[in-house]
């Protein structure tokens, strides 16, 4: 721009400015006389600006809307005004969500209604979520139905998934290969072994999984291998990497992620992921290795069978005193709900032998083996 045309233009605006003036005193004079006018009706008028949903805000439709996401019968929920602030809480069944999934849903529902979440707590095993809606506040308790009479006899089931295959074979491989063929394994793709372990489960009748290597949170100081998906990636890069993947090893009918405790707290990329995985069919298990991981969630508003893993057997070593604490916490987890889920890992013999002890000691338990996609009936909760 030269000197001339930027005076010319400062000249323009300064002229104009007395022309705006007068628009604004005509809009002004326009807006007082308006007030008078519908001065009897003006303060509805105005509350419905400022809180435009509030007034759709209907609390049996809400509630409504909760016993069926929730599964409860018809008229089981209510409201109950104590101290000015209207209370709401919500038996969650710990066999179709948990307490996270709940609050998303009870979150997601109280917004579309114009409500807004002021505080959530965890708190007595529970949480609990307090909204804002107009004028009013509600609480809302979020809590496990009491442990489920589960008949004693009842069976309780646990998913193993082995992780990292690929990179051994020969007798180890075959170790592993003669466990109980509900033990699910999961191959990292474009390794030496990857493709002889998947024909060799396949053939046993066994599930597999592609184990996905995602950036873990130190990354590159930690290494997830080579065309892992890092967070800085666009949509057709991570297509093209979990593509690849997915069609080096056909024969796997899920996936898991391998490290990415960075990867997975990643709304975006997972999202590109899940895509993928929607299209070519396969199932998700989130290993879970950030605590805030948003993996599983992800995966279930792409609508894909997910799952998340409970704990990881083998960590941080496989002494038995690990053992024993493992099994603690997995009878403690069943507590709630019939189904464990477990990771583990194949890179050596002694792995091998933990794994060996554990499956016998757990099923001495009075736990089943099962296959991880078969406890879909188990896990997976109504859609938000
Ligand atoms: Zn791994």
Redesign the pocket.
């Known amino acids: 721009m030269t000197k001339q045309t930027k005076y010319a233009s400062r000249h323009k605006i300064k002229k104009d400015v007395p022309v705006g003036l007068y628009l604004l005193i005509l809009l002004l004079c326009g807006a007082i006389i308006f007030v008078i006018v519908y001065k009897g009706k003006g303060e509805e008028i105005a509350s419905e600006f400022k809180e435009p949903s509030t007034k759709q805000f209907s609390s049996s439709e809400l509630l409504q809307t909760l016993e069926n996401k929730f599964g409860l019968a018809d008229g089981s929920l209510q409201i109950k005004t104590i101290n000015h602030k209207k209370q709401l809480d919500i038996p969650v069944n710990p066999n179709k969500m948990d307490l996270t999934f709940a609050n998303m849903i009870v979150k997601g529902e109280f917004e579309t209604r114009g409500g807004k979440l002021i505080s959530g707590i965890v708190e007595d095993g529970g949480q609990h979520l307090t909204f804002n809606v107009g004028t009013d506040t509600y609480e809302v308790k979020l809590y496990y139905k009491k442990p489920v009479s589960i008949p004693r006899k009842s069976p309780r089931y646990i998913a193993i998934v082995v992780?990292?295959f690929g990179g051994i074979g020969g007798d180890l491989l075959q170790g592993f290969l003669n466990l109980p063929v509900e033990i699910d394994f999961a191959i990292l793709p474009g390794m030496p072994y990857s493709e002889e372990t998947m024909n060799k489960a396949y053939e046993q009748g066994r599930e597999t999984l592609v184990?996905l290597p995602m950036e873990p949170l130190d990354y590159p100081r930690q290494n997830p291998g080579k065309e892992a998906i890092l967070v800085q990636m666009d949509k057709s890069e991570v297509e093209k990497i979990v593509l690849k993947h997915l069609n080096s090893l056909p024969l796997c009918s899920g996936v898991n992620n391998?490290?990415g405790s960075l990867a997975t707290t990643d709304k975006e990329i997972m999202s590109y992921v899940m895509e993928v995985l929607r299209k070519k069919g396969k199932f998700f298990l989130d290993s879970r290795t950030s605590a805030v991981s948003v993996a599983y969630q992800i995966a279930q508003k792409a609508h894909i069978l997910a799952f998340r893993n409970d704990l990881f057997l083998d960590s941080p070593d496989i002494s038995n005193a690990t053992m024993e604490s493992k099994i603690e916490r997995i009878k403690q987890i069943s507590q709630n709900r019939n189904y464990v889920i477990a990771i583990t890992h194949c890179h050596s013999a002694e792995k091998l032998k933990y794994l060996q002890d554990f499956i016998s000691r757990i099923q001495k338990e009075g736990f089943v083996l099962k296959r991880l996609s078969e406890l879909k009936e188990q896990e997976v909760p109504a859609i938000i």
Request: hydrophobic share 20%; glycine share 0%.
């Open positions: 992780d990292d184990h391998h490290m």
